[in-house]
């Protein structure tokens, strides 16, 4: 039987500065990887202790190793090349900007697992239900194939995301035979296929948006074929963007429900209604019976905090369209989908996660 937890993060925490500073230093050659790891450690165990004391249902390690939600993809895989496909941000300091995923350059090989440096201590120390973050294949048929460099390589799209499915395939299949009880696919780049502008410059590439929405469904359901339903849960996070408080998409999940919602093969959705930008509930309505929809209500990308009424009057909005018990609450993203982080302080942070508790606890009373 899958556990909801009715008050969720998305998994990535602002980095104390001195970690920043270790990374910085790490990069300048100044100080040993062992070194790094030491200050990783450090802010991992205080962020679980902190998650703790806060009453969260659920844990994680704060994304603390990585220098972005999908930095790890490129570490452990060979194939990738320090080129970028080049999103248009919005937001404050926005504009074109490479992407942090790597393009594909050659044939992809992983090297190691992605997770293998995180698993140890959260499963050591979490002392209680936590999450691992794995970025969905579908994210890199769009961020990392670059026509005249991917393309030698993998000729279409779908030839791209074989290769990666396997590859991340991999890794779900050792995580659950590592005891990992909740996987959480990140794919912000679903939100490319709901955006107006977003698949007119598809079409303009000579790209069928359907078409590759379709694939990229596909591709990540092979992804978890193998999983142990019943013991493990999957969820699936869907974002427009989230760097330094910035994001790249607009659109309600209307354009993509109908064929997203119903064929996703995962037990929980994570779903950003943080802003006028994503749009209504009513697409809800095409959540199928029995899955988890986790209200994306509490804003990552700014200090202020929100009203708790306000928060309970939406979720109260939602349950029109899903039943309140098939509900939960956290913030639309994380934190620090990159290293730098969102534009707020971690004491804002922490207030906002306690929102999200105090408020869950009202709605659905203690887990």
């Not at 002392?127 to 030698?152: E, M, Q, R």
């Not at 429900?257 to 509930?281: I, K, T, Y």
């Not at 707020?344 to 929102?355: A, G, N, T, V």
Request: glycine share 8%; charged share 30%; proline share 5%.
């Amino acid at each position: 039987m899958i556990t909801r937890f009715r008050a969720e993060h998305l998994g990535s925490l602002l980095r104390p500065p001195e970690l920043l500073a270790a990374r910085s230093a790490r990069a300048a050659g100044q100080i040993t990887v062992e070194d790094l790891r030491a200050q990783e450690d450090r802010a991992i165990l205080a962020a679980i202790e902190k998650q703790r004391a806060i009453g969260l249902d659920i844990f994680s390690d704060g994304e603390m190793r990585r220098g972005s939600w999908l930095t790890d993809m490129a570490d452990a895989v060979d194939g990738f090349v320090s080129d970028k496909v080049t999103l248009d941000w919005k937001g404050p300091g926005g504009g074109a900007e490479g992407s942090t995923a790597q393009v594909a350059g050659a044939r992809l090989r992983k090297v190691r697992k992605l997770t293998a440096h995180e698993l140890p201590l959260l499963k050591r120390a979490a002392g209680g239900p936590f999450k691992i973050t794995l970025p969905a294949p579908s994210n890199f048929v769009l961020a990392s194939y670059k026509p005249g460099v991917t393309d030698k390589f993998y000729p279409t799209h779908a030839d791209l995301l074989r290769d990666l499915v396997d590859i991340v395939r991999d890794e779900v299949r050792w995580l659950v035979s590592e005891g990992v009880r909740y996987i959480q696919l990140d794919a912000p780049y679903y939100s490319h296929y709901l955006d107006p502008k977003q698949r007119d410059r598809m079409r303009a590439a000579g790209v069928n948006p359907s078409k590759e929405l379709a694939s990229a469904i596909a591709g990540d359901n092979a992804t978890l074929k193998e999983v142990p339903r019943g013991k493990v849960t999957v969820a699936l996070h869907i974002c427009r963007g989230n760097s330094r408080s910035r994001w790249y998409s607009e659109g309600g999940y209307e354009a993509i429900a109908e064929e997203l919602f119903p064929r996703l093969d995962v037990d929980a959705f994570l779903l950003e209604f943080d802003s006028d930008r994503a749009g209504g509930f009513e697409p809800l309505r095409l959540i199928p019976r029995g899955k988890t929809v986790v209200l994306g209500l509490v804003t990552t990308k700014e200090a202020k905090l929100e009203s708790q009424d306000d928060l309970r009057r939406r979720i109260d909005e939602a349950a029109r369209f899903v039943p309140l018990e098939n509900l939960a609450l956290s913030p639309q993203c994380g934190f620090a989908s990159v290293a730098a982080g969102n534009l707020l302080s971690i004491d804002d942070q922490w207030r906002k996660l306690e929102l999200v508790v105090e408020t869950a606890r009202k709605v659905w009373g203690q887990p």
